[in-house]
């Protein structure tokens, strides 16, 4: 004869709390794997931004060879007024340096996929070998402008526009960063490269430069 085993109310709240346990194990697990691929993310968005600025130092370096001085940053030292606002000035002026029509193809980057017109202005005039007058800038592995600062300018401030994680696109104030230590400028006799990192936000510790900051 088959006899129907008994479950105790204790057994069964036994069995429900280690379903608990599990599920709250499994959770602690999804949110650890979620952070580590989330910090493996950023981590790739910083090294394909830093290898941007090096780039970006060698074009400025090759473009000091050939006119003897660095890429400026104002439109009107390249004879050129923008249609829209003045915001991302700085690597726009960049950019506009090194695709002059006047100047040797060895300054071009390979790429362009590091292009974009982030607030989709245009120059009054046509001085690049792009078929259009965009004022194009570089921008960094979070989509934001890159800011570029000749040292002549340093006692200037810039307006860009970004984006950040928190926040919709906005206008900032940029300038030129000094060394807290000494007071003077970061490469105060060539120029500066600066990107806002990821949190998207100026002077902050994740931004990444062609400098090392003295804390």
Wanted: net charge negative; charged share 25%; hydrophobic share 35%.
């Amino acid at each position: 004869m088959r006899h129907n085993a008994k479950v105790s109310p204790h057994d069964a709240a036994f069995s429900l709390i280690e379903i608990l346990v599990v599920i709250t194990i499994i959770g602690l697990l999804i949110g650890l794997s979620t952070g580590a691929y989330s910090a493996w993310i950023t981590r790739g968005e910083e090294a394909k931004t830093k290898s941007l600025i090096e780039e970006l130092k060698v074009y400025a370096q090759t473009y000091e060879q050939e006119t003897g001085g660095f890429p400026p940053s104002t439109l009107s030292s390249l004879g050129v007024n923008s249609t829209g606002d003045s915001s991302n000035e700085g690597i726009e002026a960049f950019v506009l340096s090194l695709y002059r029509k006047d100047l040797s193809r060895n300054l071009r980057p390979a790429s362009e996929s590091d292009l974009k017109n982030f607030d989709d202005d245009h120059g009054d005039k046509n001085i690049s070998v792009f078929g259009s007058a965009a004022l194009l800038e570089f921008v960094d592995a979070w989509d934001n402008p890159i800011i570029y600062i000749n040292w002549r300018d340093y006692s200037e401030t810039f307006t860009y526009l970004v984006e950040s994680p928190d926040t919709e696109r906005e206008s900032i104030d940029v300038h030129a960063l000094k060394n807290s230590m000494t007071g003077t400028y970061y490469n105060f006799d060539s120029y500066q490269i600066i990107s806002v990192g990821p949190d998207g936000i100026f002077d902050t510790e994740d931004d990444l430069a062609n400098f090392k900051r003295q804390e």
